[in-house]
């Protein structure tokens, strides 16, 4: 896609032409995670809009011949803590995967038509692991079919049996699990954790035996401590990450010994959101092939066991991930100024072939709004965000005139934004509208002390965070100060309707699947985060008063700007009624407010159809509020 080498032509903010269309933000728009490379092909999963959401699974073989290897109405997700992620795997000539449709279990053998391993109604499994010498297929079970909370366990399926008994399990007790995964020598391993912790907060990496899987080591984690993502190598030592320095490194148990392997202060890994494989790569006995995060950017390199050194790979990506096991990886790289690829990645040279991209659109570099990392001190520290400014090589805005500016609120609230291209972003700010991404108090990427800000100050420090990006970029004259809105889902929906209920600076906010009252999810949500505003807001229902204090759906007499409000009807983790309650409350003050709900959709977007609807009702709203005519 080219710039219009036409002249300049001066415009509004707002109302600038730009190439990207809201059906271009789905056009060969594709969601790509994790893959593994196998001495006779590399397979990934992507996931298509234009097939509301579908995932399938891709190999690419030897002679480079691309195709789709599972059926063409096959849906592979799973929904384990309704997040899901570790929804397929591969070793030697097997591929297992899960069906979202009815939570069954595949098997592909030898290029063979799959074949159902499980199929039991009510159990969901993710997290899945091949151990070929056992002939077992490891995966955490979750069990839907009593009343109450389900419960999960770790189980083994056998790759020769129909397992209508749901899998044997292998360990249980523990209110969730993440990554098993077994030696060839029947040594066996994974992760724990129990209410009212998240795994950010406090974990366990557990050893057994096959033999005698009741019989456990916990090894690392609890006190305070988050450990995760245990992976064994060659020789029987198990890696993970842990951080008890306050950042997540990794470590080796050898011998009963654990060691800490150059220890960095930066994260290596997330936070567990979703059992995806485990984010490095065991290239032999004696490497680990990584990425990390030092000041919001991402770097990749190799840790050699023996030496204790990291050796850092060249690379222009801004942010990276691993997956897959050996001499090659495959890496999900993103870019300041092109769509994210996914590529096979060649651990001894550094070398990267490019397998699929993101999206089909390609703008000029001129058009590209390239994130600027800015930060300020607040009452807890510095705080980070991304500012992308209004960029369009073909317009100017009239002089003395300062640009719209968007806050962005990462969902989680535990999540962080980075500054990789994002065609969502690219769309507004060649319209002349600025974004700033706030990675607020409480976000990951900057260690533990950073993510625990936000303690008891949900609503609080996240909203002041997201405020105070504003106040620096109108005190830099990068903004507005009377064309300002707030963007969010999920959490961040939270943030934006807390930021539009306790403060006047927004003229709008666009809220998806957003949270208006805590108490209702604190009483309402899924397993995974019954306990999670526990130690965000309070106690529940000790700290009641807490929780209706800062629930904007209680303050709504503070509000008075419009509000757009997007859901999705299937939504588990933030019901409707979320949306619901929230959009009729507001109509009922005779504040302008619209609700659209999505058919089909659950806890974030996947249809072309939706995803094109609110790029679309979002620039007429917010048009309609900044008083700007679009060029489209």
């Known amino acids: ?48 809009p234009e097939q509301r959401g579908r995932v399938s699974l891709w190999q690419r073989d030897a002679a480079g011949v691309v195709s789709e290897l599972t059926e063409p109405t096959s849906n592979v997700r799973t929904a384990v803590n309704e997040y899901g992620g570790g929804d397929w795997t591969a070793a030697g000539d097997l591929v297992a995967y899960t069906e979202f449709a009815d939570s069954s279990v595949w098997l592909i053998e030898s290029d063979q038509p799959p074949r159902r391993l499980a199929c039991v109604a009510g159990l969901r499994y993710a997290a899945l692991q091949l151990a070929l010498p056992q002939r077992l297929l490891l995966a955490v079970r979750e069990d839907h079919r009593s009343a109450g909370e389900p419960i999960q366990t770790v189980v083994a399926l056998t790759l020769d049996a129909d397992n209508t008994d749901g899998g044997r399990v292998l360990a249980e007790g523990a209110d ?27 974990s366990r990496i557990v050893v057994a035996d096959l033999a005698d899987p009741a019989a456990i080591t916990v090894i690392a984690g609890g006190a305070g401590t988050s450990a995760l993502y245990p992976s064994w190598a060659p020789d029987g030592g198990l890696i993970y990450l842990d951080d008890p ?24 890994c997330g936070p567990l959101w979703v059992l995806t494989p485990v984010p490095y790569a065991v290239i032999d006995a004696h490497r680990i092939g990584c990425t990390w995060q030092a000041d919001g950017f991402a770097r990749l390199g190799v840790i050699d066991l023996t ?6 790979l060249a690379t222009d990506a801004v942010t990276a991930s691993v997956s897959g096991g050996g001499g090659r990886a495959v890496a999900l790289l993103g ?10 990645l060649d651990w001894a040279t550094g070398a990267t ?35 992308y400014p ?39 700010t060649s319209r002349g509208i600025g974004i700033v991404d706030v990675n607020y108090s409480g976000s990951s990427g900057y260690g533990r002390a950073y993510r625990q800000r936000l303690a008891g100050n949900w609503g609080i420090s996240d909203v002041r965070d997201c405020i105070a990006a504003t106040t620096a970029l109108v005190e830099a004259g990068g903004a507005d100060p009377r064309r300002l809105s707030i963007r969010g889902g999920s959490a961040g929906g939270y943030t934006t309707l807390a930021a539009l209920t306790t403060s006047n600076v927004f003229a709008a906010g666009i809220s998806l699947y957003g949270i208006g009252d805590l108490e209702s999810l604190a009483a309402d949500t899924h397993k995974f985060e019954a306990h999670y505003t526990d130690r965000l807001v309070a106690p529940y229902p000790e700290g009641r008063a807490i929780y209706v204090e800062r629930s904007p759906i209680h303050h709504l007499d503070r509000l008075g700007c419009p509000m757009l409000i997007f859901q999705g009807a299937d939504d588990k983790v933030v019901p409707p009624s979320q949306a619901e309650a929230m959009a009729a409350a507001l109509a009922e003050r005779g504040l302008p407010v619209r609700l659209r709900i999505f058919p089909g959709e659950g806890h974030g977007f996947r249809q072309a159809a939706t995803i094109i609807t609110v790029a679309r009702e979002a620039l007429a709203f917010l048009a309609e509020v900044h008083r700007f005519r679009p060029a489209d």
Do not use: K
Request: glycine content about 6%; aromatic content about 12%.
């Open 1 to 48: 896609m080219s710039a219009d080498a036409a002249p300049v032509v001066t415009a509004p903010f707002g109302s600038w032409r730009s190439p990207i269309a809201a059906s271009d933000l789905t056009v060969a728009a594709l969601r790509l995670s994790s893959g593994i490379v196998l001495p006779d092909r590399t397979l990934w999963a992507e996931g298509n």
């Open 176 to 202: 969730f699990y993440a990554h098993p995964c077994l030696h060839p020598s029947g040594r066996l391993a994974w992760c724990e954790w129990d209410h009212p912790d998240m795994p950010w907060d406090q």
């Open 245 to 268: 320095t306050g950042f997540w490194n990794f470590y080796r148990w050898h011998d009963g010994t654990s060691t800490a392997l150059c220890p960095l202060e930066a994260d290596f």
């Open 307 to 312: 030496a204790a050194t990291l050796a850092p």
């Open 335 to 344: 870019f300041a100024d092109r769509p994210t690829e996914l590529c096979e």
């Open 353 to 387: 072939t490019p397998l699929r991209r993101a999206s089909g659109v390609r703008l000029e570099p001129a058009m590209v709004s390239r994130a600027e990392a800015v930060s300020w001190e607040s009452a807890d520290g510095p705080v980070h965000a991304w500012f």
């Open 390 to 428: 209004p960029t369009n090589p073909g317009f100017r805005a009239p002089a003395g005139e300062l640009p719209p500016v968007q806050v962005w609120s990462h969902g989680g609230p535990t999540a962080f934004s980075d500054p990789s291209f994002n065609l969502a972003i690219q769309y507004w």
